[in-house]
Every structure is written in C-alpha cells, then in structure tokens.
C-alpha cells in the first residue's frame, strides 16, 4: 500500500512538473509577443524574462544552490557550455547566466510548440544537421552577430541528453566556433539534475540541484589541437563537478 501511494504521488508531481513547464512557457511567449513591438528582446530579458523563466524551479519546490568561480566575470559574454540532462536544463541556465543569452540548437527544435516559439525569438541559432558544407561557418557566421548584439551562447556540447547520468565526451564545434567568434568558454555542471528527471521518462522526482560556473576560459590564439585539449578540460571539469571523477 505505501508502494501504491508513492507511486500516486510520483505520478500526480510528473502532471504538475509538465503542466508547469509548458504552460509558464506558453504564458512567457505570449507576454514577450505583447512586448517586442515596444522592447527589444534584449531588454525583456534583462528585465524580467530571465527571472520569470528560472521561477519554474521554485514553482517545483526545487531549492537551487548556485556556486560562481572567484574569477568568474558575471558582464562578460561567453560560450557557456552545460551537461545536457532533461527539460529543466534552460530554466537552471537562465537561473545561472547573470546576463542576456541564446541557445544553440538543432535546427528542428524551432518547431517544436511554445519551446520552439521562445527559442527562435529569443535569437537562438540553429544547427542544420543535413548540411554538411559550409555548416560551420554559417554557426560561426551566426556567433558573431550574436556577440555584436550583446548576448551569450548557451550549448550542451554532448549533442545529446545524458541516459545514464554521466557526463559523456564533448563535440568539437562549439569550441571551434567560440575562437573563431571570439568568444571565452565557460562551463556550467548541473548536479542533481538526472535524480529528477531522465532521458526517456516521463516522470519527474522531487529534488535540489547544485550548479557550479566556471571561470573564463580564453579561446584566443588557440591551435586546432589546444581547442581540443580546451574541449577536454571543459568536459572533465564538468564531469568531476557532477560525478566526482577525475
């Protein structure tokens, strides 16, 4: 009987995790419609988006501890690079970024409903994953433009979500793409993340996460082979934060 009421209670938490998610982010879409005539989307952001959208983790009585590095620069526009676990990883990286950013993504999540929606008018830049020619130079194209208005980029350089809590191998490109647009890398390990919520179920757990920022890492004058190693580094701080390894 207690199995049966724990599961009831598991069940009745996911509905709401969902509902939650999607229904502030349709509010938030049609708010920021209302508002971009007027203010550009920079503005909203800084104004109260960011806030707004990181609310989802209190709405969900998740307790959100936030560790910034010491040399950690909260004005300086960066490529931050995040674990990629479910659908809560935008919201704790609004509630982590201290300033305006846009996602880069692959090209079909644009469609998907209302994340889409936020994401494309948000300046997310897209992946096209059936281009092979010229693909990252247009990404690199996009960065630049995006590090002229002012904004960050967020990415999740596994190119996938997690499916067994570890922090898998890094791509490239987005490294690659920061040099080249000169921007710094900085990491971002999400702890706690995968408890609540993994790739494949539709069930959500209650949870706390801790979220460790990174400093500054510098991509300018880099060789192909030290983007590499950078990539490396990037990906083995993150792994140690979320799983203590080295």
Known sequence: MKNFFSHIKTYLFSAYAWTIC???????????????PVFP?????????????????????????IHYDEKFDPQCRSVFCQNHVNLLDG????????????????????????????????QGIAVHQKKKSGKLQDIIEQAKKRKQMGYSILCFPEGHRTRDGHVHSFRKGMFFMARESGYPIVPIAVKG??????????????????????PQCSTEGLSDMQIE????????????????QL
């Open 22 to 36: 999607y229904v502030w982010m349709f509010f938030l879409f049609l708010v920021l419609i209302i508002l971009f």
């Open 41 to 65: 989307h920079r503005k909203t952001h800084e104004a109260f988006a960011a806030r707004a959208f990181a609310l989802v983790l209190k709405m969900l009585g998740i307790q959100t501890k």
């Open 91 to 122: 919201f704790i990286a609004t509630a982590s970024i201290p300033h305006v950013f846009c996602g880069l993504m692959h090209a079909w999540q644009f469609w998907i409903p209302i994340y889409g929606w936020l994401m494309k008018i948000s």
């Open 193 to 214: 993340n995968y408890e609540i919520n993994q790739k494949g179920s539709r069930l959500f757990h209650p949870g706390n996460l801790e979220v460790f920022v990174g």
């Open 229 to 244: 190693t950078l990539a490396q580094r990037t990906q083995q701080w993150i792994r140690q934060k979320v799983e203590g």
